[in-house]
């Protein structure tokens, strides 16, 4: 079975490469079929096997020899890696579909960021909408206290960078993050609930903060340069939750 998965996650890797390249330049999603970014000529279905094409190709277009950015298998890999972790973490469940449909999102949101530093509203209210209908499900199931915990995380997820937002203008004189951040953090909370997000902002500041350090070691990055903080918010959405309730009992047991 995690075979299926794993081999379902890289073929939503491979619609993602798609998503990330048309959905930030505003072309069709669907219409035309797939072409070569560089000599425009249609890419036949053998030739766009995920992973498997851009290794026979030698990670070039057949047609004109331009290299294909390796960062298609990589994608690839990264959602067949991210959906066979997510069967481990929850099995065959409702669970499941919604962590499956969350990583879709939020990974999509993390390449788009990272190359225009802006977060589509259109993934942002998805995220929104799929924490609501995670709400209406945990409604029907009972689940009272999730839901106040995921209710709060919303409430919480907002006001957290909306304050940190303001501090941060204030403090560099500049607007510093865009509101799609804190639209992103307050869509994820109704999903993760107060405890994941609180974890989420946690594990993004530290490895934002690393990472500025070696790119600014290494002159990748100048003082004053902006870098997007919405692919570290999402790797510490992905951490906590696959590991968010671990620490969680882990941490509160160091107390009792
Ligand atoms: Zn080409």
């Not at 995690?2 to 073929?11: D, K, N």
């Not at 709060?152 to 560099?172: E, K, P, Q």
């Not at 999903?191 to 997000?197: D, H, R, V």
Request: charge should be positive.
């Amino acid at each position: 079975m995690i075979f299926a998965v794993i081999i379902f996650g890289i073929l939503i890797g491979s619609f993602s490469n798609v998503v990330i390249y048309r959905m930030p330049r505003k072309l069709s999603i669907i219409k035309p079929g797939s072409h070569c970014v560089a000599c425009n000529k249609e890419i036949k279905w053998h030739d766009n096997i995920p992973l498997i094409s851009y290794v026979i190709l030698k990670g070039k277009c057949r047609y004109c020899r331009e290299r294909i950015s390796l960062r298609y298998p990589l994608v690839e890999g990264l959602y067949g890696l991210l959906y066979g972790v997510s069967y481990l973490k929850f099995g065959l469940t409702v669970n499941l579909a919604f962590a499956l449909i969350f990583i879709t999102i939020i990974v999509w949101i993390m390449f788009i960021d990272l190359d225009f530093h802006i977060i589509p509203d259109t993934l942002n209210i998805s995220l929104f909408i799929l924490g609501i209908i995670r709400i209406l499900y945990l409604f029907f199931r009972g689940d009272k206290n999730e839901i106040i915990i995921n209710v709060i995380g919303f409430i919480g997820g907002f006001l957290l960078l909306f304050i940190i937002r303001r501090i941060a203008s204030m403090i560099y004189k500049r607007e510093a993050m865009g509101y799609g951040d804190v639209k992103l953090l307050a869509g994820a909370g109704l999903n993760l609930g107060i405890y994941n997000i609180l974890l989420s902002f946690g594990f993004s500041t530290i490895i934002g903060a690393i990472t500025a350090l070696i790119l600014l070691k290494f002159k990748k990055l100048s003082k004053g340069d902006e870098m997007a903080f919405g692919p570290f918010l999402v790797t510490g959405m992905i951490i906590s939750l696959f590991f968010g309730s671990d620490i969680i009992s882990w941490y509160i047991n160091l107390f009792i």
